[in-house]
């Protein structure tokens, strides 16, 4: 057990790893040949394609990591029950909107606008980078603690603002409209914004994470340092991308 704190303090420190975790995510994602390209609408539409095949793959598993998380961390929210409807919300999000199994029908939907089949994203198995981000979040998952899991789970904020970026960029420079990009302005809101009565994903990691601080929860294993599972969750996400590239030039 680490120090318990107050709340000012807690939130002191959730702030300054947020912090790290965005400059990490200018550095390697936002900056990162694949952003930029993408931007411009010069990102090769095969890199693209093979991206988003993957990633699709990649989101149906971290799903349902995410509702295996409850159960692991249940006695953390039977202490903080205020938590455990916003976790509840959060989860029926992910897995029952716009209808069961949840946010896999946006997947598609943007899938079939790139031209990626079902088989694609559902059985295909996925590029070893993008294997390699899911498994490091399952091995922080059964292995960790629930700050390891938590302050690796601070990406999703920044997922929040790419997602925009997608958006953005794929209904100026794709030519997919505005309801074919729905799985990028799905998680923009889903990951940024209170939309449904449901708190922001990012928002309620945010939270949780401060709660474990003032609690003197936030400990981690030897070699684990909440900046370390933070930082290496921001570094995955580049690497799926750059391996989205070298993919495409390969083939």
């Known amino acids: 057990m680490t120090t318990s704190m107050d709340n000012r303090q807690a939130k002191a420190l959730v702030d300054e790893h947020y912090r790290k975790v965005a400059k990490r995510w200018q550095e390697r994602v936002t900056d990162g040949p694949f952003m930029k390209q993408l931007r411009a609408g010069k990102l090769p539409e095969k890199a693209l394609r093979i991206f988003f095949k993957n990633w699709g793959s990649y989101t149906i598993e971290i799903n349902t990591?995410?509702?295996?998380?409850?159960?692991?961390?249940?006695?953390?929210?039977?202490?903080?029950?205020?938590?455990?409807?916003?976790?509840?919300?959060?989860?029926?999000?992910?897995?029952?909107?716009?209808?069961?199994?949840?946010?896999?029908?946006?997947?598609?939907?943007?899938?079939?606008?790139?031209?990626?089949?079902?088989?694609?994203?559902?059985?295909?198995?996925?590029?070893?980078?993008?294997?390699?981000?899911?498994?490091?979040?399952?091995?922080?998952?059964?292995?960790?603690?629930?700050?390891?899991?938590?302050?690796?789970?601070?990406?999703?904020e920044q997922t929040g603002y790419w997602s925009a970026e997608f958006f953005k960029a794929l209904t100026a420079h794709y030519g997919l409209t505005r309801e074919q990009a729905v799985y990028f302005s799905t998680h923009e809101e889903a990951d940024l914004e209170e939309h449904d009565g449901v708190m922001g994903h990012g928002s309620f990691r945010r939270l949780v994470l401060q709660r474990l601080f003032e609690d003197g929860m936030a400990t981690a294993r030897p070699g684990y340092s909440l900046e370390y599972c933070g930082l290496t969750a921001v570094d995955?996400?580049?690497?799926?991308?750059?391996?989205?590239?070298?993919?495409?030039?390969?083939?």
């Open 65 to 156: 990591l995410e509702a295996a998380s409850y159960h692991k961390h249940i006695s953390f929210f039977r202490k903080h029950r205020d938590l455990m409807a916003p976790m509840a919300a959060k989860l029926a999000d992910e897995l029952i909107h716009p209808k069961p199994p949840g946010h896999v029908h946006v997947v598609l939907e943007t899938a079939k606008a790139l031209g990626i089949a079902e088989d694609e994203i559902f059985l295909a198995p996925m590029l070893a980078e993008f294997r390699a981000k899911l498994d490091f979040k399952r091995s922080i998952l059964w292995e960790g603690t629930v700050a390891e899991f938590y302050a690796a789970g601070a990406t999703e």
């Open 236 to 251: 995955l996400h580049g690497v799926c991308l750059q391996a989205a590239l070298d993919c495409a030039g390969r083939e």
